[in-house]
Nanobody, 120 residues
Framework: VQLQAFGGGLVQAGGSLRLSCAASGRTFMYGMGWFRQAPGKEREFVAA????????YYADSVKGRFTISRDNAKNTVYLQMNSLKPEDTAVYYC???????????????WGQGTLVTVSS
């Protein structure tokens, strides 16, 4: 499975951005997650969605502001980010695993990352 994340960019605090992650290769029957890594920090979990899309899971820092969704017909997962804050600035990665979860080491396919910069 190959994953390609895109949609990052520069946005002002309070603004919105939608990231997309397109999957190709084998069937898109994976739990999907978004992670992010800020400069000098470890990569952290942001959100995850089950294979069917019926279950989602969020980090406390983004709960209520970010929404993860997927369109299996298009082999794409999305991350809608609203009310963005400067501390959301990071490279955002999409990843795939067999189940729903927030543990980075359980994900075995990773995209290349897309940079989100939130200005104050």
């Amino acid at each position: 499975v190959q994953l390609q994340a895109f949609g990052g960019g520069l946005v002002q605090a309070g603004g919105s951005l939608r990231l997309s992650c397109a999957a190709s290769g084998r069937t898109f029957m994976y739990g999907m997650g978004w992670f992010r890594q800020a400069p000098g920090k470890e990569r952290e979990f942001v959100a995850a969605i089950s294979v069917s899309g019926g279950s989602t899971y969020y980090a406390d820092s983004v709960k209520g502001r970010f929404t993860i969704s997927r369109d299996n017909a298009k082999n794409t997962v999305y991350l809608q980010m609203n009310s963005l804050k400067p501390e959301d600035t990071a490279v955002y990665y999409c990843a795939a695993q067999s189940q729903l979860g927030n543990r980075r080491d359980r994900y075995y396919y990773w995209g290349q990352g897309t940079l989100v910069t939130v200005s104050s």
